[in-house]
């Protein structure tokens, strides 16, 4: 990260890093739940991975674009976006399937939740003042880390030993797990100074931001 220095950007980019891990492995352990159950609903694995894998896409795709730019409150408190979101997917997940609901609705509603979360950190990041947008790619590449544990995790482990609902249960606790960790990563912009602070780009792709 540039234009800030010392021990506060590094616990920041650790934090955000480790809410990206966290985020990533509590959705893919929660598609390795819904592939359970849409398999139990339509009967074969291969139909059931095709509908969790294009109704996980479009809802997340769908999810990034309704959620709404510019909100007030994340010009106060950063955090406040991604934690909302996180909460609002991760809840989502794990209480909907109590609910006699259908099992594909439910599936590409809460794909549209977990799109907000991709949408709300986007937001905030753009408006934080300290933020490197070169390092956007490495706290990807740890969301992408944690959906990789969270199927080894789902499939190997507490889907053939826990069961389903404990998969689902422990989805929901590294989704819990993660929001503290945005609070840290994104504190409001007082920590790393204002906006008149912070480096400006003027380049073309970029002025719109």
Not at 48 to 75: C, D, H, Y
Not at 121 to 143: H, S
Request: glycine share 12%.
């Amino acid at each position: 990260m540039r234009g800030a220095g010392g021990t506060a950007p590094r616990v920041y980019m650790t934090s955000l890093a480790a809410a990206f891990f966290l985020s990533g492995a509590s959705a893919l352990l929660f598609e390795v739940y819904w592939i359970r159950q849409v398999t139990l609903a339509v009967g074969t694995t291969p139909v059931a991975f095709a509908l969790v894998s294009s109704l996980s896409v479009l809802g997340l795709g769908m999810g990034a674009r309704m959620f709404p730019r510019g909100i007030p409150g994340l010009r106060s408190g950063l955090w406040a976006g991604p934690v909302m979101a996180e909460a609002v997917s991760g809840l989502s997940n794990a209480l909907l399937p109590e609910f006699p609901f259908p099992t594909l609705p439910s599936l590409f509603l809460v794909s549209l939740f977990a799109g907000f979360v991709i949408a709300a950190v986007t937001e905030a990041w753009k408006r934080f003042p300290a933020a490197d947008r070169t390092d956007i790619g490495p706290l990807y590449a740890w969301n992408f880390l944690g959906g990789g544990f969270g199927v080894a995790l789902g499939g190997f482990l507490l889907l053939p030993v826990a069961g389903i609902a404990s998969t689902r249960w422990v989805a929901l606790a590294l989704s819990i797990l993660s929001l503290p960790l945005f609070v840290a990563a994104f504190p409001g912009r007082e920590r790393f100074g204002s906006a008149a602070d912070a480096p400006v780009d003027d380049s073309p792709g970029c002025r719109r931001l």
